[in-house]
């Protein structure tokens, strides 16, 4: 009987584990990410981020966000951003510093509309957090912690770049 509450302390012990942790190392370079699908009301949105850690903790990325609103043609939008991040255990933080909007392929949305816009998301909210679920082999997955839209919790896939030669 002692024997069988020891495996049960045991076992319920090893739920509260520590979460698994990865090497910030295994983070540099160029990340290619996506398309990441996210479902909203009244459209669907992919996103492709192209990402580059440097060893210093900054970063530099460029989104390309393609909008499909039911029932209307696409709209593509392109950006880049510049910030920094940090790994701690499984915890991927970004702090973006500034972004810039680069085009739209909606003719009546300018460049400063755009600008506007992404000014306004850095307004709420300009550090990230998602979970490493999976760094290994130039691929990895993640899932956002804390965002402000639960459309967006949604798993993403990245794979490593060959670096240029």
Request: proline fraction near 7%; glycine fraction near 8%.
């Given at each position: 009987?002692?024997?069988?509450?020891?495996?049960?302390m045991?076992?319920?012990?090893?739920?509260?584990?520590?979460?698994?942790?990865?090497?910030?190392?295994?983070?540099l370079?160029?990340?290619?990410?996506?398309?990441?699908?996210?479902?909203?009301?009244?459209?669907?949105?992919?996103?492709?981020?192209?990402?580059?850690?440097?060893?210093?903790?900054?970063?530099?990325?460029?989104?390309?966000?393609?909008?499909?609103?039911?029932?209307?043609?696409?709209?593509?939008?392109?950006?880049?951003?510049?910030?920094?991040?940090?790994?701690?255990?499984?915890?991927?933080?970004?702090?973006?510093?500034?972004?810039?909007?680069?085009?739209?392929?909606?003719?009546?949305?300018?460049?400063?509309e755009?600008?506007?816009?992404?000014?306004?998301?850095?307004h709420?909210?300009?550090?990230?957090?998602?979970?490493?679920?999976?760094?290994?082999?130039?691929?990895?997955?993640?899932?956002?912690?804390?965002?402000?839209?639960?459309?967006a919790?949604?798993?993403?896939?990245?794979?490593?770049?060959?670096?240029?030669?």
């Amino acid at each position: 009987m002692l024997r069988g509450k020891w495996l049960v302390m045991l076992l319920a012990g090893g739920a509260n584990a520590e979460p698994p942790t990865f090497s910030a190392a295994d983070l540099l370079g160029t990340w290619e990410c996506g398309p990441t699908s996210m479902h909203g009301p009244g459209f669907d949105l992919d996103v492709l981020i192209k990402t580059t850690n440097h060893p210093d903790g900054t970063y530099t990325s460029s989104s390309t966000s393609i909008i499909k609103p039911h029932g209307k043609s696409a709209v593509t939008n392109l950006d880049e951003s510049k910030g920094t991040w940090v790994l701690q255990g499984d915890l991927l933080t970004t702090v973006v510093e500034s972004a810039r909007f680069i085009s739209s392929t909606d003719p009546t949305f300018s460049r400063n509309e755009g600008q506007l816009l992404l000014e306004d998301e850095l307004h709420k909210k300009r550090t990230y957090e998602a979970r490493l679920l999976e760094l290994k082999d130039g691929h990895s997955r993640t899932v956002p912690v804390g965002s402000l839209y639960p459309e967006a919790v949604t798993e993403s896939s990245c794979r490593l770049l060959p670096s240029p030669s």
